[in-house]
């Protein structure tokens, strides 16, 4: 994106965002996860790390990492503390 273009699609303080911006993002519903994505966001929001939830669930740490970036995608969050905030929120 251009400089001119950016520019343009910022909002300053005090102004209003424009009518195309997207919502804020909003925890999905159980049903957009699949059963093990909530399994391991479960953990998450109970304050697991990634060796114990690998442990539990019989799986590696890459694993339960790769899970976790589906995850943060689908929530629409940057990290396990956005995540449990987020699964609070929906609860």
Known sequence: MQLEE???????PGQTAPAHSAPAHEAPSPATLTPRE???ASAIADGRTNRDIASRL????????????SIFEKV????RLQLGLALVRRA
């Open 76 to 79: 629409g969050v940057d990290n």
């Open 6 to 12: 950016r520019e343009s699609s910022e909002s300053l």
């Open 58 to 69: 019989g799986i590696t740490e890459q694993t339960v990492k790769n899970h976790l970036t």
């Open 38 to 40: 909530q399994q391991i």
